[in-house]
Every structure is written in C-alpha cells, then in structure tokens.
C-alpha cells in the first residue's frame, strides 16, 4: 500500500497545489496560456519523444495491442454516447461530448507519468501508443458527430481537411512518431540536443499537473445534473474493465501493456474535453463540472485500480 501512496500521493499533490494556488489567486487560470504552450508544445513531446526512442523496438507487442485498445476507447465512447442521448432526449451534439466525458482519459498530462512511475520505463511505448490512436479516434470522431449534429462544419472537403490538420500536426502524435523512426533506425541525437530534451522532459510532469490543479481551481461542481455521475462511473470503472476484458480476450501481451492500457482508461477525462465542448458551444458548463468531479473520483478509483493490477500481475511493481 506504501508503493501505491508513492505513485498516487506525488501526482494529486502537484495538483492539489495548483488547486489551491489558483483558489487563492496567487496564479489566474486566464493567464497561463505561455505556460499551456510550454508543456503542450515543448515539454511534453520531448518527454514522448526521448521515452519512445530509447525503448528498442523489438518491445512493439504488434497492431492487435493498438487495435484491441482503440476499440475499446471506441466502445465505451458508444456507451457514454448512448446513456447521454438517451438523458438529453436524442440531441447528437450534446451526445458528443458526454461520450468524451466517458471515454476520453487525460493521458496527455497523467498517462505516461502515472504508467512509468507505477510499472517502469517499459510502459513508454504503450501509453504513447495508447494516446496516439485514441487521440486520433478522438479527432475523427467528434467533428464528424458535431457535424451530424449540427454544430459543426457538414462540406465533407473541409471536414477531411480539418481532421487531417488536427492529427498530422498535433504535437504529442508528431513526437511519438519521431520517437518510433529513431528508436527502428538507431538515430542518436547530439549530446547538446539530447540535453535540452532532456531538461525539457524533466518539467513535463510538474508543470503539466500543476496546470491541471489551476484549471480545476476555475471550475465549479454546482447542482450535479444526473448524467454526470454516470458518465464519471463510465470513466472511471465501466473503461478500464472494457480495456482489461478485451486485452486478455484478445491475449499474447505483456502484462506491462495490459496494465498500462487499463491503468490509462482509469485516468480522469481530459481537459480537452471542455475546450472541444467550447469550441462547438455545446454542454461546457457541465463538460467543466464532469471534470472537477471526475478529478476528485478518481483519486480513489485510480487507487483501486493500482491494488487490482499489482494482484492481477505479481512483479509488476517496479
């Protein structure tokens, strides 16, 4: 239970502080964009980047991980998406998001730092892995849901062209890629560039989960409406159980990968959530809400969820 605390302990205190500094005002979450550029941008793909590239690719556990994992993303989307247009009486758009809420897992702040510092360095493929396609999922699927809608764009060109956009220069899928040709071809990069990566990396964590404590501090858990806590159940349990039914189904994987993947659908929505649900104008007063709660729900389930895995799989501990 003391290894548990010393993974979950480290990553809710960084955020609790950016909570309580945005609560008290000594950091406004209107003024951190730099700051959201700096860990998007920068931080975060040099730590992909160097994780990915110094992980031999002889590890690749094959496409059947990525596909396995991306339909189960795909699954419990259709899920949350079901439950929310059933409450909400059919409407497509609002639909959406709520099926984000239950599905989309915070992976590009947690995922690989909550993976690597539970089962090691061997869980750098598969959380990137994991991002990656169910970042392209998400990228695919939500303008084209918004459009059925009617709150996005229906010319099918532009439509294309905007999802090609959004997935070909997203940062995090641009630096695991680069970290996959360098880690199959050998590339080695100079000391000096290695270096700056590596300082780079070095922040990611920190900055990213202090930023989210900040983004919390902003949001309000008012009146909690009655889908909410269903789509957090359908988060926080109903899409790491799916991930673990489908992987063992499927079977032939590291148990390193399998908990990996389980123990990222076990992660809190992600704020992207919100800033989609903005970008549309659709539920994100509410999307904001599903968020804080599911932040502080997940404390405990995550939690949960290390016990299972390190029972599930003895030696997992790293």
């Known amino acids: 239970m003391d290894e548990i605390a010393g993974i979950i302990v480290p990553f809710f205190g960084v955020i609790l502080l950016g909570w309580g500094a945005g609560r008290l005002r000594f950091v406004r979450p209107d003024g951190l964009s730099a700051m959201n550029f700096f860990v998007f941008y920068l931080a975060m793909p040099a730590l992909f980047f160097q994780l990915v590239a110094a992980t031999p690719l002889d590890a690749f556990q094959g496409f059947g991980f990525i596909l396995t994992t991306t339909f189960a993303t795909y699954c419990v989307f259709a899920i949350a998406f079901s439950v929310g247009a059933l409450l909400n009486g059919g409407n497509v758009s609002e639909a959406t998001v709520e099926g984000l809420v239950g599905s989309y897992s915070n992976a590009s702040y947690m995922g690989a730092a909550v993976a690597i510092a539970a089962f090691g360095t061997a869980a750098a493929m598969p959380a990137a892995l994991v991002l990656t396609f169910d970042t392209v999922l998400i990228l695919i699927v939500v303008p084209l849901m918004m459009a059925m809608g009617g709150a996005g764009r229906a010319d099918a060109t532009a439509l294309a062209e905007d999802i090609g956009r959004q997935i070909f220069l997203h940062p995090l899928i641009l630096a695991t890629i680069a970290g996959f040709l360098f880690s199959a071809l050998g590339i080695r990069l100079p000391g000096s560039v290695d270096g700056l ?5 070095f922040a990611a964590v920190p900055c990213a989960l202090f930023l989210l404590g900040v983004g919390l501090s902003a949001r309000e858990l008012e009146r909690i409406p009655l889908e909410m806590p269903i789509l957090v159940a359908i988060k926080l349990v109903v899409h790491p159980i799916v991930v673990f039914l ?14 990996t993947a389980v123990i990222i659908a076990a992660l809190p929505p992600a704020a992207q959530v919100h800033t989609l649900a903005k970008h549309y104008g659709v539920y994100a007063h509410r999307a904001s809400g599903a968020l804080a709660l599911g932040m502080i729900v997940s404390i405990s389930s995550l939690t949960l969820v290390l016990i299972v895995l390190f029972n599930t799989f003895p030696g997992l501990a790293t």
């Open 246 to 259: 489908l992987l063992t189904w499927v079977g032939g994987f590291d148990p390193v990968w399998i908990a």
């Open 197 to 201: 990566l590596t300082g780079l990396r």
